[in-house]
């Protein structure tokens, strides 16, 4: 079955270090992936997708996300974090398998806090 | 450009009651998902609904049912409302024709079930 997991459930870096986002999917056939951003009281935004071509994609926000197709995986990078950033990041599959392009399987999300 | 607008934001019912749920596309989104959230199984889709038609469904029991006015407006109904059912209700836009799984979130409707 597809899948989606994030193993980090919580991060703390401070404010101008690096971030790195781990995302590993699981999906019988090329995954359509994506990145969205949860403020606290927010719906979801998306920060970048990856539906084919160049394996590094840039973002909004400064973000950027590499698909690894050896390590089914689909982190999400930012160089410098500013305290803005703080927010819960959801990695998530397009289940096209059930025709779904904008049915989407979301992993638990990762909640990251930014130390000043 | 509004945004998607979702009614009510904040809402509280008890067992058994039943819920509607409304959602206002983004102008000219044709294309209206919903999702539930809650903190112990997460983002989940419902069902999507496109032209006024349901394209794709979760899986969630027949309690959960929505609909798909002309004007791309949503709705989506909980009936016979049980505890589990405590959630954040999120409605997503996208653009017609556009298989680009690019949705745009509403804030959501926040249902506690007492």
């Known amino acids: 079955a597809q899948s989606v997991t994030q193993p980090d459930i919580h991060i703390t870096v401070s404010e101008g270090a690096s971030l790195e986002l781990r995302c590993n999917y699981s999906?019988?056939?090329?995954?359509?992936l994506f990145w969205y951003v949860q403020s606290p009281g927010q719906g979801l935004q998306l920060l970048l997708k990856?539906?084919?071509?160049?394996?590094l994609v840039q973002g909004i926000k400064g973000f950027e996300a590499e698909f690894k197709r050896s390590q089914s995986s689909f982190n999400l990078r930012k160089p410098s974090v500013h305290w803005s950033d703080a927010a819960e990041y959801f990695c998530?599959?397009?289940?096209?398998?059930?025709?779904?392009?904008?049915?989407?399987?979301f992993g638990a999300g990762t909640r990251l806090a930014v130390h000043p | 450009k509004a945004g998607v607008t979702q009614t009510p934001r904040y809402l509280i019912k008890t067992r058994g009651q039943q819920v509607t749920l409304s959602c206002s596309p983004i102008?000219?989104?044709?294309?209206v998902s919903w999702y539930q959230q809650t903190p112990g199984q997460g983002l989940q889709f419902l069902f999507e609904?496109?032209?006024?038609?349901?394209?794709n469904k979760g899986n969630f029991p027949g309690r959960f049912s929505g609909r798909q006015f002309s004007n791309s407006r949503s709705e989506m109904n909980v009936s016979t409302l049980e505890l589990g059912d405590s959630a954040l209700y999120l409605c997503?836009?996208?653009?017609?024709?556009?298989?680009?799984?690019?949705?745009?979130f509403g804030e959501g409707s926040r249902l506690t079930v007492l």
């Open positions: 999906y019988g056939a090329t995954p359509y």
């Open positions: 997503a836009s996208s653009l017609a024709g556009e298989r680009s799984g690019e949705l745009f």
């Open positions: 102008s000219g989104h044709r294309s």
């Open positions: 990856y539906f084919s071509g160049d394996t």
């Open positions: 609904y496109f032209s006024e038609t349901q394209r």
């Open positions: 998530a599959v397009g289940d096209l398998f059930s025709g779904g392009y904008n049915k989407l399987i």
